[in-house]
Nanobody
Framework: QVRVVESGGGVVQPGGSLRLSCTAS????????RGWYRQAPGKERELVAT???????VYADSVKGRFTISRDNAKKTVYLQMNSLKPEDTAVYYC?????????WGQGTQVTVSS
């Protein structure tokens, strides 16, 4: 059974930093962690950042220059380093994984940026 688990969320002041982690179970050859999305209250889920197996990345304009996505293939883990956090970054952050064309999501981790 595929399981996606996020961790690392919390409460931080504006300008602070957090690092999120995502791990996924599943077939080591076919399970791919694709990236991070977020959903703020009353808003739709939106892309934050994605990363391919080869390390190519895509970022939402709102996080460029502040967030960095990376992966450790040996640990089957994808990270999201978030710096210079803003109140508008407050959301539940979800990790997305895909295996054989099927998307899987974790339960999410809450990030709250507040003074």
């Amino acid at each position: 059974q595929v399981r996606v688990v996020e961790s690392g969320g919390g409460v931080v002041q504006p300008g602070g930093s957090l690092r999120l982690s995502c791990t996924a179970s599943g077939n080591i050859f076919t399970m791919k962690i694709r990236g991070w999305y977020r959903q703020a209250p009353g808003k739709e889920r939106e892309l934050v950042a994605t990363i391919t197996s080869g390390g190519s990345t895509v970022y939402a304009d709102s996080v460029k220059g502040r967030f960095t996505i990376s992966r450790d293939n040996a640990k089957k883990t994808v990270y999201l380093q978030m710096n210079s956090l803003k109140p508008e970054d407050t959301a539940v952050y979800y990790c997305n994984a895909n295996e054989l064309g099927i998307d899987y999501w974790g339960q999410g981790t809450q990030v709250t940026v507040s003074s």
